[in-house]
């Protein structure tokens, strides 16, 4: 069986099994002999929040904050958690970067693939079960907490009446369970300050989140992000002085495309960063 190309499948094909302790990981980091408080030194990796999505009357729109952090430090404040997998599909990662950059990048070629061999697209189950089962394959590493990833997996299905809405939101748990949920998804640390607002908007105010206009849909998703990033020191703001936005795509029948900097500036302006003195 050939496995060019694929170096863990022919590991896997001659047996070849390495495991790796939360000690072995913690050393990896420490000089030669080190010993004392170094030998103690915990692993630091980069972990990114918050992304949320929500169904609006065209589609789904689906974005994220920017800050990447390692316990209390502040890594990075213009990482990427929306990332298109396809014409037709996004993923939206909190947790680890790191392993959540790779489910994309496997999934992205994993879809080419199927594409191009089979002539047709993978269907939605399988792109779920696609994203399941390389969830699953990381438990280990996120049972020793270096490697968790919650994403939220955002699609346009084509094959719905065209006078529908095509727009699915699914979520997922650290084992690899898929949920669909109809109007809304968030994940990462400041989902908890801003999933019982989506609830109270979606039944009580305004009417269903899915009849919202694309103005509307943006102006709510940023005042939630604004309002996570208030009470959650993982997730960032819109910071006006380094020009950093949340990310933003829409997933409508005519593809994906991102919200230009100037309509989130706008929107920032004039919904979000108001001067109430």
């Known amino acids: 069986m050939s496995h060019k190309g694929d170096f863990l499948a022919l590991l896997k094909s001659q047996n070849c099994h390495i495991q790796l302790s939360a000690d072995d990981l913690n050393s990896a980091s420490l000089p030669l002999g080190a010993t004392g408080d170094a030998a103690t ?8 929040t918050t992304v949320i999505a929500v169904r609006y009357q065209d589609g789904i729109l689906i974005a994220g904050d920017r800050r990447a ?24 990662i909190s947790g680890s970067p790191a392993i959540a950059y790779e489910m994309a990048r496997v999934l992205e070629h994993s879809f080419q693939y199927f594409r191009r061999s089979q002539l047709q697209e993978l269907s939605v189950e399988g792109k779920l079960r696609m994203l399941s089962r390389l ?21 346009y ?42 609830r109270y908007l979606d039944r009580w105010e305004g009417g269903p989140l899915a009849e919202m206009d694309l103005q509307r849909a943006t102006r709510t998703v940023l005042r939630l992000l604004d309002t996570a990033s208030e009470y959650d020191v993982a997730t960032s703001g819109y910071n006006p002085k380094s020009r950093i936005f949340p990310t933003a795509k829409v997933i409508t029948r005519e593809g994906i495309h991102d919200l230009p900097e100037q309509q989130l500036d706008e929107i920032y302006t004039e919904f979000v960063d108001v001067d109430y003195a």
């Open 69 to 92: 952090t390692a316990g209390t430090s502040v890594m990075y404040d213009r990482a990427e958690k929306v990332l298109p997998i396809d014409e037709y599909s996004v993923l939206a």
């Open 157 to 198: 299905d084509l094959n719905h009446p065209e006078d529908e809405n095509g727009g699915k939101i699914y979520f997922y748990d650290a084992l690899g369970a898929h949920f669909e949920n109809a109007a809304f998804a968030v994940s990462g640390s400041g989902s908890v300050w801003i999933r019982g607002i989506l």
């Open 41 to 48: 030194h915990q692993l630091e990796v980069a972990e990114g």
């Open 135 to 155: 969830i699953r394959e990381n438990l280990p590493m996120a049972l020793q907490g270096i490697g968790g990833v919650i994403p939220i997996f955002a699609l």
